[in-house]
């Protein structure tokens, strides 16, 4: 089974950037639409970017339109999530995914697997 595992969390004041990195298992990454999910204390998970097989392609909530930004190195069988100017709102545990259609956008449900996450805290 395909696994994931996340990267790069941490503590940052607001303004400030992170880059989160999600490296997966497998001979089968490049047929794989990638997402990012983040889910706050007592929220719901919500969707954050997605990535096509390819990379040619991306989708992003607009609460972080133009701050952050997700590619992939299929040669290197990961994903990255550059996150800029930060927001206390943006706290959350941040999770990859992996959908074997190939590209799943904001539909969590068309998500195949699931890292196990990494911890965001900005602080205000």
């Known amino acids: 089974q395909v696994e994931l595992v996340e990267s790069g969390g941490g503590l940052v004041q607001a303004g400030g950037s992170l880059r989160l990195s999600c490296a997966a298992s497998g001979r089968t990454f490049s047929s794989y639409g990638m997402g990012w999910f983040r889910q706050a204390p007592g929220k719901a998970r919500g969707f954050v970017a997605a990535i096509n097989r390819s990379g040619g392609r991306t989708n992003y909530a607009d609460s972080v339109k133009g701050r952050f930004t997700t590619s992939r190195d299929n040669a290197k069988n990961a994903v990255y999530l550059q996150m800029n100017s930060l927001k206390p709102e943006d706290t959350a545990v941040y999770y990859c995914?992996?959908?074997?259609?190939?590209?799943?956008?904001?539909?969590?449900?068309?998500?195949?697997?699931w890292g196990q996450g990494t911890q965001v805290t900005v602080s205000s």
């Open positions: 995914a992996a959908s074997r259609t190939g590209y799943s956008g904001s539909d969590h449900q068309g998500y195949d697997y």
